[in-house]
């Protein structure tokens, strides 16, 4: 009984999530931009990440609605967050991806801070008179800070037991993780709206192929997959992080429990044991 009234209230949770849902790239971005003045680098990061999931180029003129347009570069302000957390590999990544979709002036400002005064090559539709760099007003970067990791939790694969609860399974594994605050993670309504756009489906079993193109698509360091099997009594859960960039699988866990009821505490002690293993 316990059990069904936990199955009920996960999925009318996720029914009122998804049904309201509906925030948009610009609004993501706009929110990114005042975290960033506000030197929230972490929680820029994330909001940044979420508008490049919905639109991913930067340019000087982008259509929100109507006739209204504002200037959108999610890249190059990603970049620069990365830069003040001292990320400096992201930073110069974030940067230069920005330039190959448009070139600005504060995308080679921040270049030429990770490059020690370097002056890249720039084109003759950006005055170099605009750019004045001395050894004298180069600001060192700051050092590296470890940040927390974006994660993107797949819905749990069912064997032996409902389709019904492996869903309910993996969206009290997402509430219970997000709680712990190591990871930001990535709700799955936004998941469902990413994915809509590029039908593809969240439910059921997922190849490792297709979960990793899932976590690239929310820009995702890791992608969480899960499994549910029913044998006799018994209910084990597996749950496997893998790291999008290498495909590699970096941490596997197994818990199992006698009876439906204890499915709950089974999923908490997962994520408390998970607490003691936070990957890099």
């Known amino acids: 009984m316990k059990m069904k009234i936990f199955i009920g209230s996960v999925l009318f949770l996720c029914m009122i999530v998804n049904g309201v849902f509906s925030t948009e790239w610009w609004e993501y971005y706009k929110n990114a931009k005042r975290l960033a003045e506000a030197q929230k680098w972490e929680e820029a990061i994330n909001e940044y990440l979420n508008a490049i999931c919905l639109n991913d180029t930067d340019r000087s003129r982008a259509r929100t609605y ?6 959108y570069f999610p890249h190059r302000e990603l970049g620069i967050a990365y830069y003040n957390l001292g990320d400096l590999k992201r930073a110069e990544m974030e940067l230069q991806k920005s330039l190959s979709l448009e070139k600005s002036v504060r995308a080679y400002e921040y270049l030429e801070k990770i490059k020690g005064g370097f002056i890249p090559s720039t084109p003759a539709a950006i005055s170099t008179s605009t750019i004045t760099v001395t050894s004298s007003n180069i600001t060192p970067p700051p050092p590296k800070q470890s940040i927390r990791h974006r994660i993107a939790v797949l819905d749990f694969e069912s064997i032996g037991a409902s389709e019904t609860l492996g869903r309910a399974v993996a969206e009290n594994f997402r509430t219970s993780i997000g709680d712990t605050k190591m990871y930001y993670l990535v709700e799955r309504a936004f998941l469902q709206k990413v994915l809509d756009q590029q039908k593809l489906q969240l439910s059921g079993a997922v190849d490792p192929e297709t979960a990793i193109k899932i976590g690239q698509l929310v820009q995702a360091k890791y992608v969480v997959v899960g499994s549910l099997t029913k044998m006799g009594s018994t209910y084990t859960l597996n749950v496997r992080f893998t790291d999008v960039e290498t495909s590699a699988n970096v941490l596997s866990k197994q818990l199992k429990c006698g009876s439906e009821d204890e499915i709950p505490n089974m999923i908490q002690s997962m994520v408390n ?8």
């Open 66 to 71: 109507g006739m209204h347009f504002i200037e």
């Open 273 to 280: 044991n998970l607490k003691y293993e936070r990957i890099e």
